[in-house]
């Protein structure tokens, strides 16, 4: 596809259950971005891949989460014991070099609602 | 630490009125600024950078670091304009935001 695809669009799951979600970026982008939204908080950074090395996670709010890249392209991020505060859009990013100058390309995200 | 701030949670202003958005940040080297918008509906996607100094859909936005600040102005606000807005600003490889700008372009 021509943009950065997420999955799912819309999770609902129970509290203390675990999730995954998905980001397969535009092709040929190096840098990967997952980001948090949240009402009233803005944009959260979580975790940043160049390639599939991760040089920066440091945004991710616990242990429970992490974020894995294969092949240079499709990244997760995985939630484990989700709790009510989980709850956000989760979007993610991709960029033909990352660093300066690099314009973000977003997915439509993915909504989680822990219940 | 903070470093991008935006203290205007809603802005509501009538359709050819002038819009200002607030942005102030803090970073001790030479800051590279974005404007990001989400219209209803659609993906983030970039308006504008700083280091382009352009115009795009009639916004511009100046960086004076004398006040640390890229406020985003538009002269004629256009119903159109209505979207969240957020303020950028790269360091260390990514990219952090401020909390967003409601604005609402009322007829």
């Known amino acids: 596809g021509a943009g950065v695809s997420q999955s799912p669009s819309n999770k609902v799951t129970e509290k203390g259950k675990d999730v995954e979600l998905r980001c397969d970026p535009i092709?040929?982008?190096?840098?990967l971005y997952w980001y948090r939204q949240s009402l009233g908080q803005g944009l959260e950074f979580l975790i940043y891949f160049q390639g599939n090395s991760a040089p920066d996670k440091s945004g991710l709010p616990s242990d429970r989460f992490s974020a894995e890249r294969t092949g240079g392209s499709v990244s997760t991020l995985t939630i484990q014991r989700t709790q009510q505060e989980d709850s956000a859009v989760y979007l993610c990013a991709s960029s033909y070099s990352g660093g300066l100058g690099g314009e973000l390309f977003f997915g439509e995200g993915s909504r989680l609602t822990v219940l | 630490a903070q470093r991008v701030t935006q203290p205007e949670k809603l802005l509501s202003v009538f359709k050819g009125a002038p819009v200002e958005l607030k942005c102030n940040y803090s970073y001790s080297g030479s800051p590279e600024l974005f404007w990001y918008v989400q219209y209803s509906r659609q993906r983030l996607q970039l308006l504008l950078r700083?280091?382009s100094r352009e115009s795009i859909k009639g916004f511009t936005a100046d960086l004076n670091k004398g006040e640390t600040s890229f406020h985003l102005k538009k002269p004629f606000a256009q119903e159109e304009d209505s979207a969240m807005y957020y303020c950028a600003l790269i360091h260390d490889y990514k990219l952090s935001f401020g909390a967003g700008t409601t604005v609402t372009v009322r007829a």
């Open positions: 092709s040929g982008h190096t840098a």
């Open positions: 700083h280091i």
